[in-house]
Every structure is written in C-alpha cells, then in structure tokens.
C-alpha cells in the first residue's frame, strides 16, 4: 500500500540517489542541501501541527545550507511517497509557502494570447505568447514534484497522487 508522509532524516540517503538520477532544480543532488530541505519541512510541519501561523517572508536569520535566500525566509514541506510492501520513499512533492515579496519579486513567465486579424484578408491568427514578470505578491510554490522513474505510469497514479497532496495542503492551511 503506498502513502503520503512528512519527509524525515532518514529519507536523505534515498532522495539523494533518486536525485542522481532525475536531475531536477528543486531536489539536488546535494546531500546537504536535501538534508536542510527536510530539516525546514519538518520544522514548517511542527509550527502547523501547534496551529502556529506559517513562517512566510520573515527574517529568518542564517542561510541553511546553501538554500535560496527566498526559500530560506519562508516556510517549505517536503512530503514523500512511500510503500508498506517495501519500505523507503519513491517520490517527493514540495510546497513553498511564499516565493519573493515587495522589493524582491518572484520571476515567473506569463502566458497571454495575442490576436492578429487583417480586415483586407477577412483572416487572423492567435498565438500564445510568454511574457517575464515580476511578481511581488508572495504567491505559494506548487513544485518539487519527482517520482522514482519505475513507477512513473503506475496503474494507481503514483504521480497524480505527489501532486494532488500539494493542493490539498493549501486547501487545509
């Protein structure tokens, strides 16, 4: 049976190999860097389970292990998908409570569609068009969704299960 946890210590040697493998931004392949990741996600999930208020965009003093600045300053949960059958995690799902905040915008692509139409002709055509901006707002970070690539097209949608575990976090908090 698989289910959805809070990340822990012991999780670091395993996300690391998977990290190896997969090569993605938000789970390096630094076992450092994985190992402040849990160490703020299990802090982050102690301040919710005492119903404190999340730690969004505060001072939150030294730079953990070569985290992002913007990461270090907020709060971030890293849940992992394990298996009762054979025990260690597959996948992990990650939620960053703020990215930026005034004076340091979060760098995001918008999309837009343009329309282009020629009365002469009587013919147009859109086109989708990527946009830079600087969001000040403080938006959450859906991200950090990895699954080990065996059970990537499982018959229970392992994957569908890591990122719907975001969303319900934000539902709850």
Do not use: W
Not at 61 to 84: E, Q, R, Y
Not at 87 to 107: E, F, K, R, V, Y
């Amino acid at each position: 049976m698989f289910f959805i946890r809070c990340s822990k210590l012991d999780d670091q040697p395993t996300l690391h190999k998977l990290a190896k493998k997969v090569h993605f931004i938000t789970l390096p392949a630094d076992g450092d860097i994985i190992s402040q990741k849990i160490r703020a996600s299990r802090a982050a999930f102690g301040r919710v389970a005492k119903g404190e208020p999340a730690n969004i965009g505060s001072a939150a003093g030294d730079n953990p292990g070569g985290l992002s600045d913007a990461i270090a300053k907020t709060d971030l949960f890293m849940c992992v998908l394990d298996d009762t059958d054979n025990p260690g995690c597959l996948g992990t799902s990650q939620l960053i409570a703020q990215m930026g905040g005034p004076h340091n915008p979060n760098l995001c692509f918008k999309l837009e569609v343009r329309s282009k139409y020629s009365e002469s002709l009587k013919t147009g055509t859109n086109s989708l068009v990527a946009q830079l901006d600087a969001d000040e707002s403080g938006p959450t970070e859906s991200g950090g969704l990895i699954l080990q690539p065996s059970f990537r097209g499982h018959s229970e949608k392992l994957g569908r299960f890591l990122s719907l575990i975001r969303f319900h976090m934000m539902g709850l908090h």
